[in-house]
């Protein structure tokens, strides 16, 4: 995953944008990968996952792509709404190996500007 | 339908005192997850549960950190003697977990905890 730290990237997009969140990870043997959301004083909650066999998947206006060769991961949002502003986070494992526990990057950011 | 509860919402108290943290899953999951958010170390995962079975503590800061699983609608978890250093916001997720069936974790909306 991500490295952590105090300050979260953040991305800043009008209203009716379009949003892409990026997210590197650093395990080449995770086999699922999910994006969640989290709002203030909220868990996080789920939005989409992806198995490894996989290099894209839609769901209602948001969009996941997996590129295993660099290792990256990313959200695309469509038509981004004042309600979509939250931290989100990528997050991995390997289930594979019966491992279940999710690995959890630092998070971004994403402002909607009115 | 009812999703991961937790309780307390907030707990404040003195360093030394016990604290328990509790936690009831969505029913029909088998799986349950205790994580804990810092500003610092992110998202960071203590303890998980399979049927009731602890199968992954390595995240357990110390002995003065423990969890239980005595049925499946209900975890604690127990921090005795608290720390400063142990204010966060705790997280409880659950999940139905079946080998490549595996369903996604659903998370609570945590416990601030701050120690004095």
């Known amino acids: 995953g991500e490295s952590v730290g105090l300050h979260l990237p953040t991305l800043s997009v009008q209203e009716g944008d379009n949003s892409i969140i990026n997210c590197a990870y650093s395990n080449s043997a995770s086999d699922y990968f999910i994006w969640y959301k989290q709002e203030s004083g909220k868990g996080p909650q789920f939005i989409i996952d992806?198995?490894?066999?996989?290099d894209k998947r839609q769901g209602q206006r948001v969009t996941v792509l997996l590129n295993k060769t660099v290792k990256h991961l990313s959200l695309q949002i469509a038509a981004t709404q004042p309600g979509d502003s939250a931290v989100y986070f990528c997050?991995?494992?390997?289930?594979?190996?019966?491992?279940?526990?999710?690995?959890f990057g630092s998070g971004t950011r994403l402002q909607v500007q009115p | 339908d009812a999703g991961v509860i937790q309780s307390p919402r907030h707990e404040v108290t003195e360093m030394g005192q016990e604290v328990t943290l509790r936690c009831k899953p969505i029913s029909g999951h088998n799986s349950l997850f205790w994580y804990r958010q810092t500003m610092m170390r992110g998202l960071e995962l203590l303890i998980y549960f399979n049927n009731n079975v602890p199968i992954d503590d390595s995240g357990m800061p110390e002995d003065r950190f423990s969890a239980k699983m005595p049925n499946a609608s209900f975890s604690t978890l127990k921090i005795q003697p608290s720390e400063p250093r142990d204010s966060a916001v705790y997280f409880c997720?659950?999940?139905?977990?079946?080998?490549?069936?595996?369903?996604?974790?659903?998370f609570g909306d945590g416990t601030r905890l701050s120690i004095l």
């Open positions: 997720a659950s999940s139905f977990s079946a080998g490549v069936r595996d369903q996604p974790q659903h």
């Open positions: 997050a991995e494992n390997m289930r594979n190996t019966g491992r279940r526990a999710l690995t």
């Open positions: 992806i198995r490894s066999n996989m």
